[in-house]
């Protein structure tokens, strides 16, 4: 009785949330307005004055208005659905054919939708995954009602949120079976979950708690029964951890409690006291003027900012000591423009690190944020970077524009020219024709981060040519190991084995505005007794590559580069020793081919209309490997080129083009120098020689 899909949205005359607002992992999973965004951004009644300003004077905020108000009316024929059953981990909803996050449709609790392939799938756990996001979909729309209440007046939205919240009662009251003890006793899988459920819970009741929707054991039965009830088990999360994605959540969780019930202890534990403060989540956490959340990854970058911005702004509303804080606007500020530096020329995001598509990863998916940096913290620097992100397939819609966003838009700023992320050390290149080149140099030291130092992510004329895959959910457990390896990124490995974690020694420098610029990277701790060092010139239209490694003791160098499209090769032929299988990346490489090169080599990638060219070389014979891997979802494939030479000291040069059409490549050779590479351009050899720093 309570199910809506999308086709009865649209048969309504109302269509999904414009420009595909996703809800989940995917961004193909999209609904209404009305749902919201995840990760979502957090307010309450602080911003219902500029909401109604906005309403009231600006046409867009308007017409966006009377869609919120179209929309509750489909919302307020379902039930506000919390299946009172175990709540599963987000992960599981995830095909474990195709590898694609799971479609989550309303009342389709068994049976999944895996949009890749069209199939459907089902299983207890990809249920209790539903279950989850189920209770967070009703939670999203609650808040959102809430909302609609404090600006109408109209009491039906209140009466939907009351009886969700009589039902999460339910919920919270079910009894010990449907918490998880070894997760701090967790009634949504882990404190995280249980975190969001609360701050959405407490600003839709914060919103709502003045309408005659509620009783009076209403009133207490949801402070004592929810809030203070599941507190405890927040706050002893909160002792056990450090800055960490999760605390950011949780310490909002706290913060946003104490000040909707009075709990002046709470909001200090959330805000002020301890390892996990708001200024220790944004010094820590964002370890230098980069901006870059420490995880070492794109999704927890963006997933951490959420609630740190509902944290910097509840500060600011209780006259707090934190958002006065140079060093915490500095941080939060450079947290949000970090993404935007390290995007393409189009708004897409390299899948550094743990999460994320890259088909799908890219600047627009979070929008609501640069809403509020533009609208709270500065217009100058962020507005250009909002309306980049519109276009007539996403047009401007969004809560967190009525609640934070500027009045208006200035003339759209795409990213243009080099950066460089110093901290991280990471050098982002940009040329002509969409050409894009991300080096990875820099120290590799939090978890959700990959063994992939000195690797290479290229995009040119709009295609992703040799790209990092991100990773799909982590219960994907037959292929998140190569995920997470050395081996699934465009680097460089030894004798078979990751790059190890936890990596520190690693000297990144760069010279943006040399002819041609360059970045470079010695690791001398990814192994034992091995230096390594990459060098790359952007020298339109071509890329160059030095690799040089050196020990001690002999070891076999590995050369690695992913492409997308189908992979032709030509190299001489020769006799060689028969080398160890490719450790755990044999267990993903189908039709292999190998054999022995005696001298350099050509390979080119075809993927829609582009072709990049590769012509590598060694200082001596080297093996080479292809064949096909995984991508992201693992449904799809790359072609993968794998060298590798024998010796204590071994160097490698690459140089690679991308053209359009199937052209040729303007490099028609290469060759090692003692020092450097040369590179045969027009008939002449052109030198790229390391700078005297090396």
Same mark, same amino acid.
């Given at each position: ?83 009172? &059953? ?8 995830? !095909? ?14 068994? !049976? ?32 959102? +009602? ?60 914060? +919103? ?56 002046? @202890? ?97 600047? $627009? ?67 002509? @024709? ?25 995009? $040119? ?23 997470? !390896? ?27 505005? $040399? ?12 192994? &034992? ?39 032709? =090769? ?14 755990? =990346?044999?267990?993903? +490489? ?87 590479? &040369? ?16």
């Amino acid at each position: 009785m309570w199910q809506i899909t999308i086709a009865s949205i649209l048969l309504a005359g109302m269509p999904p949330s414009p420009g595909g607002w996703p809800y989940t992992l995917s961004p193909q999973s999209t609904g209404m307005l009305l749902d919201d965004v995840w990760p979502a951004t957090f307010f309450g009644p602080e911003r219902i004055p500029e909401m109604r300003r906005k309403i009231d004077t600006l046409p867009w905020a308007r017409e966006l208005y009377e869609q919120m108000l179209a929309e509750a009316e489909l919302i307020l024929a379902l039930e506000p659905h919390q299946p009172i &059953e175990p709540v599963g981990w987000r992960h599981d909803f995830y !095909s474990r054919v195709s590898g694609e996050h799971l479609l989550w449709e309303e009342g389709s609790d068994w !049976s999944f939708l895996d949009p890749l392939l069209g199939g459907r799938e089902n299983g207890p756990k990809q249920h209790a995954a539903w279950v989850l996001l189920t209770h967070e979909m009703t939670h999203r729309r609650m808040r959102s +009602l809430a909302l609609l209440y404090a600006l109408s007046g109209d009491e039906r939205y209140a009466e939907w949120v009351a009886e969700g919240l009589r039902r999460a009662r339910l919920m919270f009251a079910a009894g010990d079976e449907l918490r998880y003890p070894a997760r701090q006793d967790a009634l949504y899988f882990q404190p995280l979950y249980d975190a969001v459920v609360f701050t959405q819970l407490a600003y839709a009741y914060q +919103l709502t708690r003045d309408s005659a929707a509620y009783s009076a054991a209403d009133h207490e039965a949801i402070r004592t029964e929810i809030f203070e009830a599941g507190m405890p088990s927040q706050l002893t999360f909160l002792d056990a951890m450090g800055v960490h994605n999760m605390t950011a959540y949780v310490s909002t969780a706290v913060a946003v409690s104490g000040q909707v019930f009075g709990r002046d @202890d709470w909001v200090r534990r959330g805000l002020t006291e301890s390892r996990t403060s708001l200024l220790q989540q944004l010094t820590v956490g964002v370890p230098d003027d980069d901006g870059l959340w420490y995880e070492g990854t794109m999704f927890y970058h963006y997933y951490s900012a959420c609630p740190l911005i509902t944290q910097f702004e509840l500060d600011r509303t209780l006259d707090g000591p934190n958002h006065g804080d140079p060093r915490v606007q500095t941080r939060l500020a450079a947290m949000l423009e970090a993404p935007y530096r390290l995007a393409d020329q189009a708004g897409r995001l390299p899948t550094i690190g743990d999460l994320g598509s890259p088909r799908h990863m890219k600047l $627009a998916l979070y929008r609501h944020l640069y809403e509020y940096a533009a609208g709270q913290l500065d217009y100058e620097r962020f507005a250009p970077i909002l309306a980049s992100l519109y276009s007539a397939e996403v047009p401007r819609a969004s809560l967190t524009a009525l609640a934070y966003g500027p009045d208006t838009l200035p003339a759209a700023a795409h990213p243009q020219g080099h950066d460089q992320l110093t901290g991280p050390g990471l050098a982002i290149f940009r040329g002509a @024709d969409d050409r894009y080149l991300l080096f990875r140099g820099g120290p590799n030291p939090a978890g959700h981060d990959h063994p992939d130092r000195l690797g290479l992510d290229l995009r $040119a004329f709009g295609q992703l040519l040799a790209v990092d895959p991100g990773t799909a959910g982590y219960a994907l457990a037959a292929i998140h190991p190569y995920y997470r !390896s050395t081996f699934s990124h465009n680097t460089l490995f030894v004798d078979e084995t990751n790059q190890k974690g936890n990596l520190q020694q690693a000297e990144y420098r760069a010279d943006l505005t $040399a002819n041609p610029p360059w970045a470079a990277s010695t690791l001398r701790d990814a192994y &034992e007794g091995v230096t390594m060092t990459r060098t790359v010139w952007f020298d339109e239209p071509r890329i160059v590559v030095l690799d040089e490694l050196a020990s001690d003791d002999e070891h076999r160098y590995g050369w690695i580069l992913h492409g997308n499209g189908p992979l032709t =090769l030509q190299m001489p032929a020769a006799e060689g020793p028969e080398l160890p299988p490719l450790g755990l =990346l044999e267990r993903y +490489l189908t039709g292999a081919q190998r054999g022995w090169s005696s001298g350099p080599l050509q390979a080119s990638w075809d993927v829609d209309g582009v072709t990049l060219h590769l012509r590598t070389g060694a200082d001596g014979p080297f093996e080479a490997t292809w064949g096909r891997t995984p991508h992201n979802p693992m449904a799809l494939d790359r072609q993968t080129l794998v060298l590798r030479a024998v010796g204590t000291t071994r160097r490698y040069w690459s140089v690679l083009e991308p053209v359009r059409g199937g052209g040729a490549p303007s490099a028609t050779a290469g060759r090692l120098t003692p020092t450097g590479v &040369e590179v045969h351009i027009g008939g002449a050899w052109r030198g790229y020689e390391p700078s005297p720093s090396l």
